[in-house]
Nanobody, 117 residues
Framework: QVQLVESGGGLVQAGGSLRLSCAASGSTHSIMTTGWYRQAPGKQRELVADIGSGGSTNYADSVKGRFTISRDNAKSTVYLQMNSLKPEDTAVYYC???????????WGQGTQVTVSS
């Protein structure tokens, strides 16, 4: 089992920055991939970025060049640095972890990001 707790959301003006944190606990050694997803009102949840256990990263086209995902293994924490934020980035952001072998998936409770124009 893995528990995920997100933090760092808030209200920011367009062009501003926020850093989200996802702290994992439990069987963190079993995590294969950690990702950030977002869901805006009336829309489906979508992948924003993910990072593998080996450090490989993947980004949605809409955030490439603006967002950076990183990890601190000592703290079992994954970060999402969001720069040049746009109103269309407004959503609830969720942390996700997928385990090796079982491919079991775990979600955090979500953190709201609101970008005003």
């Amino acid at each position: 089992q893995v528990q995920l707790v997100e933090s760092g959301g808030g209200l920011v003006q367009a062009g501003g920055s926020l850093r989200l944190s996802c702290a994992a606990s439990g069987s963190t050694h079993s995590i294969m991939t950690t990702g950030w997803y977002r869901q805006a009102p009336g829309k489906q949840r979508e992948l924003v970025a993910d990072i593998g256990s080996g450090g490989s990263t993947n980004y949605a086209d809409s955030v490439k060049g603006r967002f950076t995902i990183s990890r601190d293994n000592a703290k079992s924490t994954v970060y999402l640095q969001m720069n040049s934020l746009k109103p269309e980035d407004t959503a609830v952001y969720y942390c996700n972890a997928v385990l090796f072998i079982t491919r079991n998936t775990f979600w955090g409770q979500g953190t709201q990001v609101t970008v005003s124009s």
